[in-house]
C-alpha cells in the first residue's frame, strides 16, 4: 500500500514533469516546416538508365541566392535512380568532374553541362548522359553452381574522346548488392582479350554459400580505361 | 555610545581616499607577458617558439593511435574502428588541413622576431630559421594533402573597410610551393646548427631530410603524374609537369648527399643491438645518443606531455591497463617482408600439396625473414616486457575439428581428458573481439618496454620520429636509381637492408621501381608514410582498386608495387592436440578472412588531393576545386 507519503512524493514529481513539459514546448515560429519537394529520376542514355555501382556516383545539387554555397549530395542507386527531398526553387544540377562511366553533354558555351531545374512540387528529370560503352542484352544463366553471362557491347563514343576497355567483370554476390567490394566471385577479361564486342562471354563459379541458398545475384560491369567509375548492366537473380 | 560608532566610520572614509587612480587601476597584469617583454631574453622567445613547434602537423602520430595504421597496413582491434573496415573508402574530405592561423603567427613571429633589437644576433637567426622551417613545413603538410595554396608570407590584416577581396589570394602552383620549401631549406641550413644531439629543435640536418623529402616528393609527382591524367589542373595547382622531374630528382640527392656526407652532423644508421629486431625496435624508444634520428617530436614523463600509445596497442595479456592491442598489423603488410635471400614468399602455411605445415615453436613460421618483421610486428611466440604474448587461436583435434573459446583464454575440456584447461590465447585472437591480436600479430614499432608506459596515469615518453636517417639513405637511393645511377642506389639501399639481415647485397640491376618501394613500406611502416608516398607515386588508386581480396589473390605478387591491398588479412595459429600423432603440441597456421572486415576499399582519384572547404571558397572565390571533386 501506498503511505500518503510516498502519494505526495509521486504528485511532486508528476508536477515536476508537467511544469518541464510546458518549458519544452517548442514555439511553432522558430522551426522550419521540413522540405518535401522530390525531385528524381534517371541517369539515361536515349532514355536507357545506366547502371553504376551503388553509393559511388553522385549529383551536385546548388541553390544559390542564400549567400553561401554548398552543394546538396544526390547519389545515385545501381539502377542508374537518384532522388532528393528539397526545398521549392531555383536548383542548377551538375555532375562532379570526371565522375561517372560517361561524358555530361555540353549544351552551349555558357551553361555548359549544368542543368537548370526549377522545382515547384514533386519533379521527374532524367538525366541525359553520353556513355562510352553501353551493356546491352545482358543474358544471365545458371546451374551447378555456376553463372554464365552473354552480352553485347555498344562503343557509344567512337571520336577523339574514345577510351578502350581495360575489362569487363561478371560480379556474383548472395545478395543484390552486387559491386567490386561486395561480391563472393568475380570473373575478369581483359579488355585485350575482348575480340568481338558483340560477343561476350564470362562464366563464374560460386563458391559455398553459408546458408545455403539455392540463387545468387549477378551483374557484369565494364572497366573504362582511365575512367574511375564502371558501367554495369541491371543485377539479375540467377537459379543455381 | 553613538560617538564610538561614528569615529571608526569617518576614519575609514578618510583612509580609503585614494591619490593617484591611473596608477591604481592601471596596472600590468602579472599573469600575461606584453609584446615588449616577450622579446627582450632568449628563453621567452623559446617558449613563445615552443608553442608554435607544438602545434606541428603529422598525419601519422603516436598522439593519435589510429593515423598510423591505416590502409590495410592493420586491422584495428577496437570495437569503434570496425567501420574502417565496412565501407569502401574515403570521404573526399580525409586528411583536410587548412590552418592559416598556423601559419599567420609564424608570419606574425618572424616579422617581431626580425624587429626584435634586444636579441643576440646568433640567437636571432636561429630563432628566424626554426620558425621558417615550421612554416615551410606546414606549406609542405598542406601541399601533400590539397595540392597548391596560396602562398602568405606576411601577417595579413583585415582593415574593416567593407571589401575584403585584397586579402583573397589564389592558388599557388604545386610546383611553386614545392619551390618554396627547396628554397626555405637552403635559406636557413646555414644558420641552424650541425649538431646530431639535438633532436627536439630543428637542426641542419632536419632542414636538409625536409628538403630532400620535398623534392623527392616532387620529383615523383613530375614523373609518375602522367599516369593519372585526371589528377591535374591545367592551371597547375595540381600536377607538375613532367619536364621538371630530373631537376627535382638532382636536388633531392644533392641534399640527401649533404647529410650522407657528415656535413650536417655525424648522423649513421642505429647499430647499437646485436639481435637485429630488437635493434630496429630500439630506434624508436631509445633517446640515449641515437645516431640516426634527426627530428622528433619529444615527450616528456611527469611533464605533462606524454601519450598513450604503449596503452593503447600493448599486448591485451598482462597489460597495465585493461585495454590495449588495438593496432593489429594484417597478413599482407607481414608477407611483405622479404627472406634473407632477397627474394618474396608468402608465409608458408601449407606445403605444395596443401597438406598443412607443423612447426615446433609457434615463431618458427617467421624464421629466416628480414629482421624488420619481429622488430615491426609483434609475433606469435614473442614476448614484451618481458611476458610471452598469449596469441593462439585454438586446438586443432585429432579428426581436423577446431577446439577454441569465445572469450579471452577459455577454457573446454579436451576429449580423453577430465579437467577443463585453456584453449585460446588470452590475448585470441578471438573474431571480433576487442584488444585481442584478431589478425593473429600486434604491433611493436613504437610501443614502450619501459615499465608504467602502459598506465594511464604514466603514460609513455617515447618520441615520434619525423625525420630520420634510413629515410634519408632511401631518399637518396630512389633519387638516383631515377637519374640513371643505379649503383649509388643499390648502394644506399643495401645499407639499410644490411642494418635488417639482408646481407647480400643487391646489384645495380636490382634496383628496380617496385624494389624502392617495397623498401620504402617495410622500413618506414606505420610511420605515416604509406599514404604520401601512395599518392605521389600514383599507385594508390591501382593498390586500393576497390576489389575485394581473396585467399589466393594475398599470396600473388608480393613485392609488386601496386599489389591489392584492399582488406586486411590474418594468420591464426592452432595447436595440435593428438596425443597419438608425432604432430602432438606441434603449431599449424591458417590463413584467415577476418568477419568484421565486409568492404575493399576504394582509393578515387578525388582523393589524390583533398576536397578545400565550401567555406574557403564561399570567403574566397580565386580558390578553384580539386580534380574530381
Known amino acids: ?240 | 555610545m553613538k560617538k564610538i560608532f561614528y569615529i571608526p566610520v569617518f576614519l575609514m572614509l578618510l583612509l580609503s581616499w585614494s591619490c593617484n587612480d591611473d596608477a591604481f587601476l592601471d596596472r600590468p597584469p602579472t599573469s600575461i607577458l606584453s609584446e615588449e617583454q616577450i622579446w627582450l631574453d632568449d628563453s621567452q622567445v623559446l617558449s613563445l617558439l615552443g608553442n608554435l613547434y607544438n602545434r606541428y602537423y603529422d598525419i601519422g602520430t603516436v598522439k593519435d593511435w589510429p593515423s598510423l595504421g591505416g590502409f590495410n597496413e592493420a586491422f584495428f582491434s577496437n570495437a569503434g574502428s570496425y567501420g574502417d573496415f565496412q565501407n569502401s573508402g574515403w570521404n573526399l574530405d580525409s586528411w583536410r588541413t587548412w590552418d592559416y592561423t598556423y601559419i599567420r603567427e609564424i608570419n606574425l613571429f618572424i616579422q617581431k622576431c626580425t624587429a626584435a633589437d634586444k636579441l643576440s644576433a646568433a640567437s636571432k637567426d636561429r630563432f628566424l630559421a626554426e620558425a621558417r622551417f615550421l612554416r615551410a613545413s606546414y606549406y609542405f603538410e598542406l601541399v601533400k594533402r590539397m595540392g597548391g595554396v596560396p602562398l602568405i608570407l606576411e601577417p595579413l590584416t583585415y582593415d574593416f573597410g567593407g571589401d575584403p577581396s585584397y586579402l583573397q589570394q589564389p592558388r599557388a602552383k604545386e610546383s611553386e610551393i614545392y619551390d618554396f620549401i627547396i628554397s626555405e631549406a637552403e635559406a636557413i641550413k646555414s644558420k641552424l646548427p650541425a649538431n646530431a644531439t639535438e633532436k627536439s629543435r630543428v637542426t641542419m640536418a632536419a632542414a636538409l631530410a625536409m628538403e630532400a623529402r620535398a623534392a623527392i616528393y616532387a620529383a615523383s609527382i613530375a614523373k609518375y603524374g602522367v599516369n593519372t591524367p585526371q589528377v591535374t589542373l591545367t592551371s597547375g595547382e595540381v600536377g607538375i609537369p613532367a619536364t621538371m622531374a630530373t631537376g627535382y630528382y638532382t636536388k633531392a640527392l644533392a641534399a640527401a648527399k649533404e647529410i650522407i656526407s657528415g656535413k650536417a652532423g655525424a648522423y649513421a644508421l642505429y647499430t647499437k643491438k646485436p639481435d637485429l629486431s630488437e635493434n630496429f625496435a630500439s630506434i624508436f624508444y631509445d633517446k640515449a645518443n641515437n645516431s640516426e634520428v634527426i627530428f622528433v617530436d619529444d615527450f616528456k614523463l611527469k611533464s605533462g606531455k606524454v601519450h598513450g600509445f604503449t596503452i593503447s596497442n600493448q599486448p591485451r595479456y598482462g597489460a597495465e591497463e585493461e585495454e590495449g592491442g588495438r593496432i593489429n598489423p594484417s597478413l599482407n603488410f607481414v608477407e611483405a617482408f622479404e627472406k634473407l635471400d632477397n627474394t618474396f614468399a608468402p608465409i608458408p602455411t601449407t606445403n605444395a600439396a596443401g597438406t598443412p605445415l607443423y612447426y615446433t615453436n609457434q615463431v618458427d613460421i617467421f624464421a629466416g625473414r628480414d629482421a624488420r618483421l619481429a622488430g615491426t610486428v609483434m609475433l606469435p611466440g614473442t614476448s614484451f616486457k618481458g611476458r610471452a604474448v598469449d596469441i593462439w587461436a585454438g586446438f586443432q583435434l585429432a579428426n581436423g575439428t577446431i577446439l577454441s573459446g569465445d572469450d579471452r583464454g577459455a577454457q573446454k575440456t579436451l576429449p580423453g581428458k577430465t579437467v577443463p584447461e585453456q584453449v585460446v590465447g588470452f590475448d585470441g585472437p578471438i573474431d571480433g573481439f576487442e584488444f585481442t591480436a584478431q589478425s593473429g600479430f600486434y604491433l611493436r614499432k613504437y610501443l614502450d618496454p619501459v615499465v608504467g608506459s602502459g598506465q594511464r596515469g604514466v603514460q609513455s615518453e617515447v618520441w615520434f620520429v619525423r625525420y630520420r636517417y634510413a629515410e634519408v639513405l632511401l631518399n637518396a637511393a630512389e633519387a638516383a636509381f631515377e637519374l640513371g645511377q643505379t649503383a649509388d642506389a643499390a648502394g644506399y639501399m643495401n645499407q639499410v637492408r644490411a642494418r635488417a639481415g639482408l646481407v647480400t647485397p643487391l646489384k645495380a640491376s636490382d634496383v628496380t621501381f617496385d624494389r624502392i618501394v617495397h623498401e620504402r613500406r617495410v622500413e618506414l611502416a606505420f610511420e605515416g608514410h604509406y599514404l604520401y608516398d601512395m599518392k605521389r607515386w600514383r599507385i594508390a588508386h591501382l593498390i586500393m582498386d576497390g576489389n575485394a581480396i581473396n585467399a589466393a589473390d594475398l599470396s600473388k605478387d608480393l613485392g609488386k608495387a601496386t599489389k591489392r591491398n584492399t582488406q586486411p588479412w590474418g594468420l591464426w595459429s592452432y595447436k595440435i592436440y593428438d596425443p597419438a600423432s608425432q604432430n602432438n603440441g606441434k603449431w599449424i597456421y591458417k590463413v584467415i578472412r577476418l568477419s568484421r572486415v565486409t568492404g575493399a576499399d576504394r582509393f578515387q582519384f578525388g582523393n589524390y588531393y583533398t576536397s578545400i572547404a565550401d567555406e574557403v571558397i564561399n570567403n574566397n572565390p580565386k580558390i578553384v576545386r580539386n580534380p574530381n571533386q
Open chain 1, 1 to 240: 500500500m501506498f503511505k500518503r507519503k510516498d502519494i505526495m512524493k509521486i504528485r511532486f514529481q508528476l508536477f515536476s514533469l508537467l511544469a518541464l513539459s510546458v518549458v519544452f514546448t517548442s514555439c511553432e515560429k522558430d522551426n522550419f516546416t521540413a522540405p518535401k519537394s522530390v525531385l528524381s529520376g534517371n541517369v539515361v542514355y536515349k532514355g536507357e538508365p545506366i547502371g553504376v555501382e551503388y553509393d559511388q556516383v553522385r549529383l551536385q545539387l546548388w541553390q544559390p541566392g542564400f549567400g553561401k554555397l554548398a552543394a546538396i549530395d544526390a547519389p545515385v542507386s545501381q539502377t542508374g535512380s537518384y532522388s532528393a527531398v528539397l526545398f521549392d526553387g531555383n536548383y542548377k544540377m551538375v555532375f562532379p568532374k570526371g565522375r561517372g562511366p560517361f561524358m555530361t553533354i555540353q549544351k552551349d558555351a555558357s551553361a555548359k553541362d549544368t542543368l537548370y531545374v526549377k522545382l515547384a512540387g514533386n519533379q521527374q528529370l532524367d538525366v541525359e548522359v553520353l556513355p562510352y560503352y553501353m551493356i546491352r542484352n545482358a543474358q544471365f544463366s545458371g546451374g551447378e553452381s555456376k553463372v554464365n553471362v552473354a552480352l553485347k557491347l555498344e562503343k557509344i563514343i567512337t571520336d577523339v574522346n574514345a577510351k578502350a576497355i581495360e575489362r569487363v567483370s561478371l560480379y556474383v554476390n548472395k545478395t543484390e548488392f552486387v559491386a567490386r567490394a561486395t561480391n563472393i566471385v568475380v570473373t575478369d577479361v581483359a579488355g585485350a582479350d575482348v575480340k568481338d564486342l558483340n560477343s561476350i562471354n564470362l562464366t563464374a563459379t560460386v563458391p559455398a554459400i553459408t546458408p545455403t541458398q539455392k540463387y545468387v545475384f549477378a551483374r557484369v560491369g565494364v572497366k573504362i580505361k582511365d575512367v574511375e567509375d564502371m558501367v554495369f548492366s541491371p543485377v539479375q537473380k540467377v537459379q543455381l
